[in-house]
């Protein structure tokens, strides 16, 4: 089956104590993204990648980083979580940049910074 | 200035019936692509329907029709017959064609649909 996985789905953890979340696709996709969902201000691209040791910043890239070491996983890392991080993550590859394909989506990470 | 505006922040509609919900763009680019996103309780995007800025038809997707309005700028969700199962937040989106864009998807805010036995 086609998809994008990403674990954990929830994660509570406090200030400053380095994080994963780890974000896998099966569809030999060439492009992957993160994106953060938060109330009242949507989903906003983070980081994204275009294909292997290829990743740029998105809208918000601030105390985040990501690496593409291999076509099928982009993990996201947050290297000292603020509770401003707490949000909901999303994970999300297309085949590339063309505007007509699809981007599918992770199940979503549920991350609380205390 | 917002790329991608959903006025109704929430909608209710009874079983059975259709239901329009209201997405409005803003691009200069020639070469975009629109797409509807649905997200239940449970958290996860579901995608719904695309329609490419030069396709000459309207999508269709069983009962997801898109009404696009290109001199408008406008790209509505009609779902026909709606079903319990329909309740949701409906998300419009947004990909331009531009390199500098980085292929992300712009969203709206989000409709909540909210169907009625």
């Known amino acids: 089956e086609a998809q994008v996985t990403q674990n954990p789905r929830y994660l509570i953890t406090v200030t400053g104590k380095k994080l994963t979340v780890t974000c896998s696709q099966n569809m030999n996709h060439e492009y992957m993204s993160w994106y953060r969902q938060d109330p009242g201000l949507g989903l906003r691209q983070i980081y994204y990648s275009m294909n292997v040791e290829v990743t740029d910043k998105g809208d918000v890239p601030e105390g985040y980083k990501v690496s593409r070491k291999e076509k099928r996983n982009f993990p996201l890392i947050l290297e000292s979580p603020s509770p401003n991080q707490t949000s909901l993550y999303f994970c999300?590859?297309?085949?590339?940049?063309?505007?007509?394909?699809?981007?599918?989506f992770g199940p979503g990470t549920r991350l609380t910074v205390l | 200035a917002q790329k991608i505006t959903q006025t109704q922040p929430g909608m209710f509609v009874q079983e059975k019936e259709a239901v329009t919900l209201d997405c409005t763009y803003d691009?200069?680019?020639?070469?975009?692509?629109l797409f509807w996103y649905k997200q239940p309780s449970s958290g996860e995007m579901i995608f719904l329907i695309y329609?490419?800025?030069?396709?000459?038809q309207n999508a269709t997707e069983g009962r997801y029709s898109l009404n696009f309005q290109k001199a408008r700028k406008s790209a509505n969700l009609v779902i026909s017959a709606s079903q319990l199962g329909d309740s949701a937040m409906y998300f419009c989106a947004m990909r331009e064609s531009h390199y500098n864009q980085g292929g992300k998807l712009i969203f709206g805010q989000g409709t909540e649909l909210s169907v009625k036995p």
């Open positions: 691009t200069s680019d020639p070469s975009y692509g």
């Open positions: 999300a590859s297309s085949r590339g940049l063309a505007v007509v394909n699809e981007q599918f």
């Open positions: 329609q490419g800025s030069y396709d000459q």
